[in-house]
């Protein structure tokens, strides 16, 4: 099963390395080797070898990608800033800023312990991988890593080791096929069930023993054949027998296939020089041995979203047993066998190195399309993580292209898919030749066609509901924001004119203010309608108009109260934030909504910075929920969180000593407090330090009780 063996000596990765990375890089990758050496001496691994065999084989299995001397020095010292002490600043002094942001990627991966089998904190996990990734090479290193852990998992308890299993299948697999490394997902599964599931992992692997022999003979007769075609024909060939992998089989059992049911079980590839080839190829097949309807994929002229091009065809072959063909250039089993890492091995000549942002793009490319109207990278993230991590299954158009959509998708998804146009004119939907409702559910194979009516009044709004894909509901309320654009109108001013009213602003000398054509020019924006539109859709509150106009004023006074503030730094405790699953992450508080023990909060997960913890009703994290994952406080929190209140009073004397002799008697302290000064009122911006909400509760009632104050509230920014 283990295609690449583990190596024993730096001389052996050595010997690879020099292959395919330029001369002038290698030096590098033997001082890494050094360095690490030196730091993981005297230590060893479970399985008694010495510790430095670990980082030297999770180097050597990303030789088999070609990774770029980046990565291989990274992968060397992957585990030394956990393990041996040494410090950021020594990685960065000696080896770059790149290879100190590949460790601390794969570090920070490191950190995180799963220990939730329950479904929805598995997702929360490969969002967080996901998300927490600066560069998709720390991905890379990581699944390497576990490769090997996996290799050298006989060494640990069984409960650990199955444990273990069962993660790098929940939460790893899923992320390797989503980059398309098939070796490595192969492998990593395999080993996996072998070690979660032994009984059913031995039971197959016996059966495919018994029944080797007489594969294997039909296997090579059929490759005799197909071969003698090839040649009759003049096209250049290889062919090899499949080795079908455990796990795959396993699946299929799981569908409730039996054992000899499963098709591809007699298996072939073909390889041939181009694309021409591979549908001749195809041809000469067909007219020999007929092929199983239904079992034929274009994925050449349709590559799946993870870049793997083929050309797939069951046949009844030799004795009238169906064999599995797949047909590819070499080119193409490359992409197939290597995924998001093939580029690497494309590069030609000195330059290896990959451009970081380009492997974004690469990483991101599946759903790329989607992005094209989209230009928002919130909602960008949403998508990504929306569609992509989700399963996804193939259907078809009425012509036979393959559309991809994920699980859970209906024929609006569909449409919208093909063209907005067609979203946007349907009128009905025929699934397999069975008329279905709009929120059907489809399935893998389904037959798709969409009926339109160039006359149709538009989606329905109804369907934002229905539709599965960010993609479609954009699609949808984009629509709608052009037609709702006179609704936004009128509810704009009405919205602008309340807030006014209700701040006791006048609304009429504003209009007549230079203040308005200030705050067009703010919003970059030529007329009052405009603003109304905006505000009407949402795209600007009512407050941040009058904040601007508020702000404008300039009697803003900045005030040091001596006595009262104290300077402390509101730094997270990260034990006082509990996230379901996980314990070693980093925890900030977001500094826009600080939420303060007691607050209901919720995490959003920052790339490349941790976890930030908002308030549950903050706006600015609306629009990221496939970023969001649960969290709570823990129970016992004995210090205080910096927060901030907002507090209007009519303009008849500043009350700023009135406020500050409120904490006399209360544990909430004043940190800080701005005055805002405009013609009708004061506003006082106050930071201060609580405990929890009850006592900040407590501090704001007793500020209410003076007569001039009407009103106060926690601020989100
Ligand atoms: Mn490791």
Redesign the pocket.
């Known amino acids: 099963m283990t295609k690449i063996k583990d190596i024993q000596t730096y001389d052996e990765l050595y010997a690879v390395v020099k292959t395919y990375i330029p001369e002038i890089e290698l030096n590098d990758i033997s001082r890494a080797y050094a360095f690490a050496y030196e730091k993981h001496f005297g230590t060893k691994r479970l399985s008694g070898e010495d510790y430095i065999i ?2 030297l084989n ?1 180097a050597y299995i990303l030789t088999s990608i070609n990774a770029d001397s980046t990565t291989i020095i990274a992968a060397l010292l ?2 030394v800033l956990e393990d041996c002490n040494v410090g950021e600043d020594e990685i960065l002094d000696k080896f770059g800023p790149e290879v100190l942001t590949l460790v601390r990627g794969v570090t920070k991966i ?1 950190k995180l312990s799963f220990k939730s089998d329950n479904e929805a904190t598995i997702v929360n996990y490969r969002k967080i991988i996901v998300g927490i990734t600066e560069d998709v090479r720390v991905i890379i290193i990581k699944l390497a ?1 576990r490769l ?2 996996m290799r050298t998992l006989w060494a640990i308890p069984e409960d650990r080791a199955k444990a273990k299993a069962k993660e790098t299948l929940d939460i790893l697999t899923p992320i390797a096929h989503r980059l398309g490394m098939s070796e490595i997902k192969s492998e990593l599964e395999d080993l996996s069930l072998r070690y979660y599931k032994p009984n059913v992992y031995f039971d197959i692997v016996e059966k495919l023993n018994k029944t080797k022999v007489e594969r294997e003979s039909l296997v090579s007769e059929m490759m005799h054949d197909v071969s003698t075609i090839l040649n009759e024909h003049n096209i250049k060939h290889e062919i090899k027998g499949r080795a079908k992998s455990v796990y795959s089989i396993y699946n299929k059992l799981n569908k409730g296939k039996k054992f000899n049911e499963i098709y591809d079980l007699l298996a072939l590839r073909v390889f041939v020089d181009t694309k021409d080839d591979c549908y001749q190829t195809l041809g000469l097949i067909h007219s020999k041995y007929k092929p199983i309807p239904k079992r034929f994929k274009d994925y050449i002229a349709m590559p799946k979203p993870n870049m793997y091009q083929s050309l797939h065809t069951t046949v009844f072959g030799i004795n009238g047993n169906p064999f599995e063909i797949q047909i590819r250039t070499y080119e193409m089993d490359l992409i197939a066998e290597k995924g998001i890492a093939s580029h690497w091995s494309y590069k030609e000549g000195g330059k290896v190195m990959q451009n970081a942002m380009e492997q974004k793009l690469q990483f991101f490319r599946s759903i790329m399309e989607l992005n094209e109207e989209e230009n928002k990278s919130t909602e960008f993230m949403n998508a990504v993580m929306n569609d992509v991590l989700k399963d996804s299954i193939y259907v078809y158009t009425p012509k036979g292209d393959v559309i991809e959509l994920p699980l859970g998708s209906t024929p609006i998804d569909f449409a919208y898919r093909v063209h907005s146009r067609i979203g946007d004119t349907m009128v009905g939907a025929i699934v397999n030749d069975q008329i279905v409702p709009l929120d059907y559910q489809l399935k893998e194979n389904d037959i798709v066609k969409i009926n339109t009516n160039k006359n149709s009044n538009g989606p329905s709004k109804e369907w934002i509901k229905m539709a599965f894909t960010t993609h479609a509901k954009n699609k949808i309320k984009s629509f709608y924001s052009k037609i709702d654009k006179n609704e936004n109108l009128k509810n704009g001013e009405e919205a602008l004119n309340h807030e006014f009213r209700k701040k006791k602003l006048s609304f009429n000398s504003f209009l007549e203010s230079e203040d308005l054509e200030k705050l067009l020019n703010e919003y970059n924006m030529n007329t009052l309608e405009d603003l109304y539109i905006a505000v009407g859709a949402g795209q600007i509150t009512p407050n941040q108009i009058i904040n601007f106009l508020t702000l404008e004023k300039p009697t803003k006074e900045e005030i040091v109260l001596n006595r009262n503030v104290h300077q402390i730094k509101s730094n997270i405790n990260k034990n006082d934030i509990k996230i379901e699953g996980i314990d070693e992450i980093k925890v900030n508080i977001a500094g826009c909504c600080k939420p303060i023990p007691g607050d209901e909060i919720i995490g959003y997960i920052s790339k490349g910075n941790g976890i930030n913890i908002h308030r549950i009703n903050c706006p600015n994290i609306s629009e990221l929920e496939e970023r969001i994952i649960p969290a709570t406080w823990q129970e016992t929190i004995d210090r205080r969180y910096e927060t901030d209140i907002l507090v209007r009073a009519l303009k008849e004397k500043n009350i700023l000593v009135d406020i500050v002799s409120k904490t006399v008697g209360n544990n909430t302290i004043i940190q800080n407090i701005n005055t805002i000064e405009s013609n009708e009122e004061y506003l006082y911006e106050i930071t201060v330090l609580t405990h929890n909400v009850d006592e900040l509760r407590k501090f704001m009632t007793e500020i209410k009780k003076i007569s001039s104050v009407f009103d106060i509230e926690r601020s989100i920014k």
Do not use: E, G, I, L
């Open positions: 670990h980082p999770v992957h585990d490191n890593d090997h852990n």
